[in-house]
């Protein structure tokens, strides 16, 4: 198992739409235990693998405070919204940044699970929120682009300074 690098923002290959996985191997599942180790040391809840620069359509996700109960989404689709529910995000993509986004409160999701095995999940809460925002990341979106411009480009600002001081 490796940790891997996360993309930092505002670099342009998050902005890289996610392929669909079309075959499970032992490959797809070494990465999957790697996002997982990834995403429990930055520390973090959801991984993306667009955010490793790995464009294909898997997250994972753990949002237990015991880092037990990992869920594992492959070519995930959300086939049903419910509701409004504001909650403030942070991202391993952009560490230190936190603002309020809106999203659905509940959703019915349908993926593979590391197997390939079809299942659908309905959920509501933090898991509901973080389904969305890594979801978003598959297609290239990341979670401070729902903010104006204006709040946009100061984030910009401060991640590329943080950049420059970290050389």
């Given at each position: 198992?490796?940790?891997?690098?996360?993309?930092?923002?505002?670099?342009?290959?998050?902005?890289?739409?996610?392929t669909p996985v079309s075959e499970i191997t032992d490959?797809?599942?070494t990465l999957i235990q790697d996002m997982a180790e990834?995403?429990?040391?930055?520390?973090?809840?959801?991984?993306?693998?667009?955010?490793?620069?790995?464009?294909?359509?898997?997250?994972?996700?753990?949002?237990?405070?015991?880092?037990?109960?990992?869920?594992?989404?492959?070519?995930?689709?959300?086939?049903?919204?419910?509701?409004?529910?504001?909650?403030?995000?942070?991202?391993?993509?952009?560490?230190?940044?936190?603002?309020?986004?809106?999203?659905?409160?509940?959703?019915?999701?349908?993926?593979?699970?590391?197997?390939?095995?079809?299942?659908?999940?309905?959920?509501?809460?933090?898991?509901?929120?973080?389904?969305?925002?890594?979801?978003?990341?598959?297609?290239?979106?990341?979670?401070?682009?729902?903010?104006?411009?204006?709040?946009?480009?100061?984030?910009?600002?401060?991640?590329?300074?943080?950049?420059?001081?970290?050389?």
């Amino acid at each position: 198992m490796a940790i891997l690098k996360i993309l930092q923002y505002p670099d342009e290959r998050l902005h890289t739409v996610a392929t669909p996985v079309s075959e499970i191997t032992d490959q797809t599942r070494t990465l999957i235990q790697d996002m997982a180790e990834t995403m429990y040391a930055a520390p973090g809840i959801g991984l993306a693998a667009t955010q490793i620069d790995v464009h294909q359509r898997i997250i994972v996700i753990d949002t237990s405070e015991t880092h037990d109960q990992l869920h594992v989404f492959i070519n995930p689709e959300i086939t049903a919204r419910h509701g409004e529910f504001e909650y403030e995000e942070g991202c391993l993509s952009v560490p230190g940044i936190y603002g309020k986004v809106k999203r659905a409160e509940s959703v019915t999701v349908s993926a593979l699970d590391k197997e390939g095995k079809p299942f659908t999940l309905d959920t509501s809460g933090l898991l509901a929120v973080c389904i969305q925002h890594e979801m978003d990341h598959l297609e290239g979106k990341v979670f401070v682009e729902y903010w104006s411009k204006f709040k946009q480009s100061r984030v910009i600002a401060k991640m590329k300074k943080r950049q420059r001081s970290a050389m």
